[in-house]
């Protein structure tokens, strides 16, 4: 157990999963899996095949066992950072992005049902504030410390506007450095773009990991 006060969910130590292949084919389908699209995201377009995926998915999504993966953010407030959890419920699963605080890494806020693929919680990043908590120091505890692992798994909580030059280049070399092919990245990130767009107004009480809001 490492994350406390999340109800009686059994939470595990999520984050050496993340340089797993297959890794970032199921957590970021899920995103891409909203809404309709003229053509279907694949698990290679993120880097490992379907096959690596079909695997880390049996791991990912256990019902005996929820992954965590844990953003600490220097200077949150209160201290701690970002807890990406696995919430594997039968018949309501979905990932949820959570502030953490303390150095016990205790996640505040209530669980909220109804989580989708794409993820749900209690945190909304604007761009500026996705690239400050991806690019910062980290905090110096536990948890994900890799720029390009944090900002992919955090890119869910974008919310807001931002330069499409600027955000494509930023995924696509994300996508690149975690393994994605360069043949299919350019793709990769203007699905998960354009998904993000579909949902980017702030929604009434979002909450930021670096101001505590």
């Given at each position: 157990m490492v994350i406390t006060g999340y109800g009686d969910g059994p939470t595990v130590v999520g984050e050496a999963l993340v340089g797993r292949a297959g890794f970032w084919g199921c957590h970021l389908l899920g995103l891409c899996a909203e809404g309709a699209c003229d053509e279907r995201a694949e698990p290679a377009w993120f880097g490992g095949d379907g096959a690596d995926a079909d695997a880390l998915a049996?791991?990912?999504?256990?019902?005996?066992?929820?992954?965590?993966?844990?953003?600490?953010?220097?200077?949150?407030?209160p201290a701690g950072g970002v807890a990406v959890v696995y919430r594997n419920l039968d018949g309501d699963?979905?990932?949820?992005?959570?502030?953490t605080g303390g150095v016990t890494g205790a996640v505040t806020g209530a669980v909220t049902g109804g989580a989708t693929g794409g993820g749900t919680g209690d945190v909304r990043l604007s761009w500026g504030e996705l690239a400050a908590v991806a690019d910062g120091p980290g905090g110096g505890g536990d948890g994900v410390s890799d720029r390009d692992e944090r900002f992919l798994l955090l890119l869910p909580c974008?919310?807001?506007?931002?330069?499409?030059?600027?955000?494509?280049?930023?995924v696509v070399a994300a996508l690149v450095a975690v393994g994605a092919p360069e043949d299919t990245v350019e793709r990769a990130a203007g699905h998960l773009l354009g998904h993000l767009e579909r949902r980017a107004v702030h929604e009434p009480g979002w909450k930021s990991p670096l101001s505590g809001r």
């Amino acid at each position: 157990m490492v994350i406390t006060g999340y109800g009686d969910g059994p939470t595990v130590v999520g984050e050496a999963l993340v340089g797993r292949a297959g890794f970032w084919g199921c957590h970021l389908l899920g995103l891409c899996a909203e809404g309709a699209c003229d053509e279907r995201a694949e698990p290679a377009w993120f880097g490992g095949d379907g096959a690596d995926a079909d695997a880390l998915a049996e791991v990912l999504f256990d019902p005996e066992r929820w992954p965590v993966f844990r953003v600490p953010v220097e200077g949150a407030a209160p201290a701690g950072g970002v807890a990406v959890v696995y919430r594997n419920l039968d018949g309501d699963g979905g990932v949820e992005y959570r502030r953490t605080g303390g150095v016990t890494g205790a996640v505040t806020g209530a669980v909220t049902g109804g989580a989708t693929g794409g993820g749900t919680g209690d945190v909304r990043l604007s761009w500026g504030e996705l690239a400050a908590v991806a690019d910062g120091p980290g905090g110096g505890g536990d948890g994900v410390s890799d720029r390009d692992e944090r900002f992919l798994l955090l890119l869910p909580c974008l919310r807001g506007t931002w330069e499409e030059a600027v955000a494509r280049e930023r995924v696509v070399a994300a996508l690149v450095a975690v393994g994605a092919p360069e043949d299919t990245v350019e793709r990769a990130a203007g699905h998960l773009l354009g998904h993000l767009e579909r949902r980017a107004v702030h929604e009434p009480g979002w909450k930021s990991p670096l101001s505590g809001r």
